[in-house]
């Protein structure tokens, strides 16, 4: 059974071939242990590196941010998940994934971290990445953390 949500889908960015908020809406589901109110913003470089800056103090431009608010009221977990469009348009391009895989993938990182997953330590990253690769063959999507062709599409 999944958990009850409320999902904003917020797109800001110029990029072409964003998700849709039904593919968004799916991933998010499927990720969700608890019951939520979640917004997701899709955003383009500049906006990404302002928050990196302003919320982390780090000048580089992520692929994803999450900003987890705890139980906003009894039960219901509160948050925010930020997708860099060109970020994630570039890495699934140097990583030969559809570009649609890949956004599946970073939702589904931001929303796990929502709830209080973390890649800090080996041990915390090895359980996170896990339940990202469970959560993705839903879908149909390879595991992310296997190895990935290089531009000559060889398998690193």
Not at 25 to 51: G, M
Not at 99 to 118: C, E, F, P
């Amino acid at each position: 059974m999944n958990p009850e949500f409320s999902l904003s889908v917020q797109f800001a960015s110029e990029t072409d071939n964003l998700p849709s908020r039904a593919q968004v809406r799916r991933w998010v589901a499927a990720a969700l242990e608890h019951a939520a109110e979640i917004t997701v913003r899709i955003v383009d470089a500049e906006e990404a590196q302002a928050l990196n800056q302003d919320y982390r103090h780090k000048g580089y431009v992520p692929n994803v941010l999450t900003f987890e608010y705890g139980e906003i009221s009894p039960g219901i977990l509160g948050g925010d998940v930020v997708i860099c469009a060109p970020v994630v348009e570039r890495e699934a391009r140097e990583q030969g994934k559809p570009l649609k895989d890949h956004y599946a993938h970073m939702t589904v990182h931001g929303v796990l971290h929502l709830q209080g997953y973390d890649h800090i330590d080996p041990a915390d990253a090895d359980i996170m990445e896990s339940r990202e690769a469970v959560i993705l063959r839903r879908f149909r999507i390879p595991n992310p953390y296997l190895s990935f062709p290089d531009e000559n599409g060889v398998r690193q």
